[in-house]
């Protein structure tokens, strides 16, 4: 193979690229209705069972959850299991896939901001993670080890991240934690 390899952009230089892009832009998640309005999503049209993650996938317009794009703008479909990015200005729109939360108990759903950006993050479980698997250590340090992958974006709601992963298993699943 001779030529310049094209570098790929995975899930972790997203996270990068977004983290680089945006300091406080606004977040984010939903599901089938608009917690703000309580109207159905514009765009659903997607079966209750995704079986494969890229049939889901589907470009989403942001007018309808955002009222402009002055900071960026992120949206996590949780149904899709696909986080949503909007530069400044809405060009260069693009589309990832992610982990969901492992349970609905687990997902939280609504407006958040984007409040910090963490290159090589650390990582303690909260006590009810610990509750659920006391096997866990209390502190991870930035590395290979970290499940918070190599940069996070921390979010206005405690203990919530948007944030790479190691395990390129996970992506597309039901394996978070929050």
């Known amino acids: 193979m001779s030529g310049p390899v094209k570098k790929r952009l995975d899930q972790r230089g997203f996270i990068g690229a977004a983290g680089a892009a945006m ?10 209705v608009l917690p703000s309005t309580g109207t ?3 765009e659903r049209d997607i079966t209750q069972a995704v079986r494969r993650n890229i049939s889901s996938f589907r470009t989403l317009d942001w007018r309808p959850y ?5 900071n960026c703008a992120v949206l996590v479909d949780i149904s899709s299991r696909a986080l949503h990015f909007w530069p400044e200005g809405g060009q ?6 992610s982990s969901v939360p492992l349970t609905p108990d687990l997902t939280k759903k609504g407006r ?11 990582w303690r479980p909260t006590r009810s993670m610990k509750k659920r698997n006391p096997e866990w250590p209390d502190f991870v340090a930035a590395g290979p080890d970290n499940p918070l992958g190599t940069h ?6 405690t203990y919530y991240r948007i944030h790479g992963t ?12 929050g």
Do not use: C, M
């Open 23 to 32: 300091l406080a832009g606004p977040t984010f998640a939903q599901d089938a």
């Open 40 to 42: 159905v999503e514009i």
């Open 66 to 70: 955002f009222s402009n794009l002055n």
């Open 92 to 97: 260069g729109y693009r589309l990832f896939p």
């Open 112 to 122: 958040t901001t984007i409040v910090r950006k963490v290159e090589g993050p650390t």
């Open 152 to 157: 996070a974006l921390y979010l206005s709601w």
């Open 166 to 177: 190691h395990d390129t298993r996970k992506i597309g699943r039901r394996s978070s934690n």
